[in-house]
């Protein structure tokens, strides 16, 4: 029982575009969601976090829409860069310290 | 400067051997995890400790063993190994277990690649 999914398993753009990560998720419990980016021979690093009860969050060029109703969060990165190529994995918590991860979605930034 | 370190990175081992993968976080975190991540890329919780302390335990088989020392170290003990434990297997840690903000960002180690013959 897939709890977070990310249909996409990868996901190419334009260096300068913008590139938009989606994620969906089954269980009504979940209350906070958070995103990850993952390099090659690296651990995930923590990079957003929302709340479920805000339906945007943004810090710089990151931004995380929730969208309680259809249980579906997206991520969006504008502008795109290079550096930015990466796995990113959406993960939700229900308390306890016990995040559910979705299996990430690779995205390739082109110069 | 590593905040959550694990050694091995690779680990190459036969069937039926018993290995260890060792954690150590220097953050002065209470939490610590360990997740495998499998050949389809999910990243799956295994085990949490808080302060030394078992929190989480899914449904893993009983040949992984994790010990915590105390509270900068998670190490997880594997007997018996199988073909199907092979996996990258990521240790983290929280500042505490609650799942609140702002404490629910978890640090993760570089990974250990377990490959077993």
Redesign the interface.
């Known amino acids: 029982d897939?709890q977070v999914k990310q249909n996409s398993p990868s996901l190419s753009v334009q260096e300068g575009r913008i590139s938009i990560l989606n994620c969906d998720y089954t269980n009504s419990m979940f209350d906070?969601f958070?995103w990850?980016k993952k390099y090659p021979?690296?651990?995930?690093?923590?990079l957003i976090?929302i709340?479920s009860i805000k339906d945007k969050n943004e810090d710089g060029r990151f931004t995380v829409f929730l969208n309680k109703s259809a249980k579906h969060l997206s991520l969006h990165i504008v502008p795109s860069q290079p550096g930015d190529s990466a796995?990113y994995?959406c993960?939700a918590?229900?308390?306890?310290?016990?995040?559910?991860?979705g299996?990430?979605t690779t995205l390739t930034v082109k110069p | 400067d590593t905040a959550v370190s694990q050694t091995p990175k690779y680990l190459v081992t036969q069937m039926g051997n018993d290995k260890s993968i060792k954690c150590e976080q220097n953050l002065g975190h209470d939490t610590m995890y360990w997740y495998k991540q499998d050949s389809k890329k999910f990243l799956k919780i295994m085990f949490s400790y808080n302060n030394k302390e078992l929190i989480i335990n899914e449904t893993v088989p009983n040949r992984f063993s994790p010990k915590s020392p105390d509270k900068a170290h998670l190490n997880l003990h594997i007997n018996s190994l199988e073909l199907g434990d092979s996996a990258v297997y990521f240790c983290a840690s929280s500042q505490d277990p609650s799942g609140r903000p702002p404490y629910n960002e978890q640090f993760f180690g570089p990974g250990t690649r377990l490959t077993v013959l």
């Open positions: 897939q906070y958070l990850y021979a690296e651990g995930p690093t923590f976090s709340s796995v994995f993960a918590s229900a308390g306890a310290g016990k995040s559910t991860f299996d990430g």
